[in-house]
């Protein structure tokens, strides 16, 4: 079955802190599709990366930075020096491929990071 | 403005009863995704649509239906309303319906059963 686990409920970080964002997946697939978004506390999702399962290239955008490793099911996000704004709700997903080439999302819990001045 | 436009933002209405929200795809998207967002369920997937045929099916109650009209914007029904159902509906879309193409969330209705 598939399923994503983000074990940290909540973080806490001072301003300029890093801070790594875990996420582990299981999944039967032999081609998926992992995603992280950002839901800030105005509701909206916010799209940060997607990554197939062939891509385990880390990738760096600005301060985020993901780290996709295979053999241990995990794609893991780790924002650098940490700003007040970073404060969200991140959310971890799985591609689920169904019948008739549709496909849906399986998201983990989220974890909601509270980044203070 | 991530171009998927949902329509109310919010709705606010008492048990029982039913509403239908709306849900613009970005221009030339063709799939249109609906998820649900409650406490204690996290974020689900209900269903998807590719030019106008149902493509997938999630965890969508009976009570729920939803369809994609030839202009490609889709609507999604919710009758016999219970205070269960409050939630945060999102809808998303995509250009096709395969795993290839990632897609787009539209802010949300937020829907509150009294």
């Known amino acids: 079955a598939q399923k994503v686990t983000q074990a940290q409920t909540e973080i806490s970080v001072v301003e300029k802190e890093d801070v790594t964002l875990d996420c582990v997946y299981e999944t039967r697939d032999t081609t998926y599709y992992l995603f992280w978004y950002k839901q800030p506390p105005s509701g909206e999702l916010v799209f940060l990366i997607r990554r197939n399962s062939f891509d385990e290239q880390n990738e760096i955008s600005g301060r985020y930075s993901w780290n996709f490793q295979k053999s241990t099911s995990s794609f893991n996000f780790t924002i650098t020096a940490s700003q007040v704004v970073d404060s969200a709700v991140y959310f971890c997903a799985l591609s689920d491929v169904r019948m008739n080439s549709g496909y849906a999302l399986n998201f983990g819990k989220g974890t909601s990071l509270l980044v203070t001045p | 403005d991530s171009g998927v436009t949902q329509t109310p933002k919010h709705l606010i209405t008492a048990t029982g009863q039913r509403v239908t929200l709306r849900c613009s795809p970005r221009?030339?998207?063709?799939?249109v995704y609906w998820y649900q967002q409650s406490l204690d369920q996290g974020l689900q997937f209900l269903i998807q649509?590719?030019?106008?045929?149902?493509?997938a099916k999630g965890n969508i109650l009976e009570r729920f239906s939803a369809q994609q009209f030839p202009d490609l914007h889709s609507e999604l029904n919710l009758s016999s309303l219970e205070l269960g159902d409050s939630a945060l509906y999102f809808c998303?879309?995509?250009?096709?319906?395969?795993?290839?193409?990632?897609?787009?969330f539209g802010s949300g209705t937020r829907l509150t059963v009294v």
């Open positions: 221009s030339g998207d063709l799939s």
């Open positions: 649509y590719y030019n106008g045929e149902e493509r």
């Open positions: 998303a879309s995509s250009v096709a319906p395969g795993l290839n193409y990632g897609y787009t």
